[in-house]
């Protein structure tokens, strides 16, 4: 079955650092990749997505591309804040949104 | 924006009890789900619904039923706690192939 493996946690950084985040998967055909953030006493968000190979998903300075031919969509950020503070999930979904699939988690702490 | 409301932050139940976990979102959409989220093992689908009274088996469905009568609200039922089912539980919803907007969670302890 799906299934997606992301680098165990906690990272640690200082401020303004760079972050990597690895994931990869294995999933049936091409699916589309997400990496959602969990902050403090909240529910999972869309940081961002790619749909198709190559595309790159950005938002709040983060990026990621997807990448075929490692199945691969690693989390980059070039400088990291304390307020990114927070778990960080991968998940593949090939299932049209029914069955995402959602990594352990990551989780990130930034010291000022 | 969207939003997701779930009833309870936090709840305390004892072995044995029937517990109901709502939730309510205001975005017309036709995709809600159920997931428990636990240390280590990060989110699994509990159940999901994709239309009204309409329901699938999730990963872990095992003591859980769920029930939807109105498309904007998505309950969770423990038929009869156990201490194994202390978890967070996070509801989720979205329309089709769109990714998905999550509650902030209930806090779960059965004791």
């Known amino acids: 079955g799906d299934s997606v493996t992301q680098m165990e946690g906690p990272v640690t950084l200082s401020e303004e650092a760079f972050l990597t985040i690895n994931c990869t998967y294995t999933?049936?055909?091409?699916?589309?990749l997400f990496w959602y953030v969990q902050y403090p006493g909240e529910g999972l968000q869309l940081l961002l997505k790619?749909?198709?190979?190559?595309d790159k998903g950005s938002n709040k300075g983060f990026e990621a591309t997807y990448r075929k031919e490692t199945t691969s969509f690693h989390l980059e950020k070039g400088s990291v804040q304390v307020s990114d503070s927070a778990v960080y999930f991968c998940?593949?979904?090939?299932?049209?949104?029914?069955?995402?699939?959602f990594g352990a988690g990551t989780r990130l702490f930034v010291k000022a | 924006d969207v939003k997701v409301t779930q009833s309870s932050r936090y709840l305390v139940k004892r072995t044995g009890e029937k517990v109901f976990l709502e939730c309510v979102q205001d975005?017309?959409?036709?995709?809600m789900f159920w997931y428990r989220q636990d240390p280590g093992l990060g989110l699994r689908l509990i159940y999901f619904?994709?239309?009204?009274?309409?329901?699938e088996k999730g990963d872990i469905p095992e003591g859980y039923s769920v029930s939807r009568e109105k498309k904007e609200r998505f309950s969770l039922i423990l038929e009869s706690a156990s201490t194994n089912q202390t978890s967070m539980y996070l509801c989720?919803?979205?329309?089709?192939?769109?990714?998905?907007?999550f509650g902030d969670g209930t806090r779960l302890s059965i004791l």
């Open positions: 999933a049936t055909g091409y699916p589309s």
């Open positions: 790619a749909t198709k190979a190559d």
């Open positions: 975005m017309d959409h036709e995709n």
């Open positions: 619904s994709y239309d009204v009274k309409m329901k």
């Open positions: 989720a919803s979205s329309a089709p192939a769109e990714p998905q907007h």
């Open positions: 998940a593949p979904d090939h299932t049209g949104g029914f069955k995402t699939i």
